[in-house]
T-cell receptor, first 117, second 116 residues
Framework: AQKITQTQPGMFVQEKEAVTLDCTYD???????LFWYKQPSSGEMIFLIY??????QNATEGRYSLNFQKARKSANLVISASQLGDSAMYFC??????????????FGSGTRLLVRP | DTGVSQNPRHKITKRGQNVTFRCDPI?????LYWYRQTLGQGPEFLTY????????KSRLLSDRFSAERPKGSFSTLEIQRTEQGDSAMYLC??????????????FGDGTRLSIL
């Protein structure tokens, strides 16, 4: 079974509107971290936001926020006020285990977001 | 902080040739990772170094693949006798050992390998 599932291969959003990118995960480890990365066409993976399994509040970083629903094992990324520069691939990733003891990130297959002017 | 640097950006080679990629991590980062990303997929973990020690290798890393980090600074990834299936983007990442769960890995721009 896949550990990280991103069910939306592609999404469109109108500039200045909000968009939600879905991510569900599967783990039996009570300690884990969830990361979202952005990958523009240039190839570099850019870290956006982090949510820990024990965090009580949803993470926010500027226009990015996480809708973390632990019981449903989902960690959806919300981008508010979309900009043309947000057009890219977005990957959800998980690291299992406490702290940074586990070094391996497990990635989903990504969602391609296109922002329309 | 100059970021993670990877060279070359692109490599085109014929099947059966050997290729070597280089990764220069962020200077104070003692952890270094290699991932492989095929078209339409997310990155897949290949191997991990803590300083100069290679502590983990994925089953994806066949005997034709070898990675080194001789002085705990830069790393090289070599693929011998390349095959069509080796065509992919090879990503390098680095991070410090902070013990913090929110510590992200910082990625380079990757090396895109095309096998003719």
């Amino acid at each position: 079974a896949q550990k990280i599932t991103q069910t939306q291969p592609g999404m469109f959003v109108q500039e200045k509107e909000a968009v939600t990118l879905d991510c569900t995960y599967d783990t039996s480890d009570p300690s884990y971290g969830l990361f979202w990365y952005k990958q523009p066409s240039s190839g570099e993976m850019i870290f956006l936001i982090y949510q820990g399994s024990y965090d009580q509040q949803n993470a926010t970083e500027g226009r990015y926020s996480l809708n973390f629903q632990k019981a449903r094992k989902s960690a959806n990324l919300v981008i508010s006020a979309s900009q043309l520069g947000d057009s890219a691939m977005y990957f959800c990733a998980m690291r299992e285990g406490p702290g940074d003891s586990s070094y391996k990130l497990i990635f989903g297959s990504g969602t391609r977001l296109l922002v329309r002017p | 902080d100059t970021g993670v640097s990877q060279n070359p950006r692109h490599k085109i080679t014929k099947r059966g040739q050997n290729v070597t990629f280089r990764c220069d991590p962020i200077s104070e980062h003692n952890r270094l990772y290699w991932y492989r990303q095929t078209l339409g997929q997310g990155p897949e973990f290949l191997t991990y170094f803590q300083n100069e020690a290679q502590l983990e290798k994925s089953r994806l890393l066949s005997d034709r693949f070898s990675a080194e980090r001789p002085k705990g600074s830069f790393s090289t990834l070599e693929i011998q006798r390349t095959e069509q299936g080796d065509s992919a983007m090879y990503l390098c990442a680095s991070s410090p050992s902070t013990g913090l769960s929110n510590q992200p890995q910082h990625f380079g721009d990757g090396t895109r390998l095309s096998i003719l």
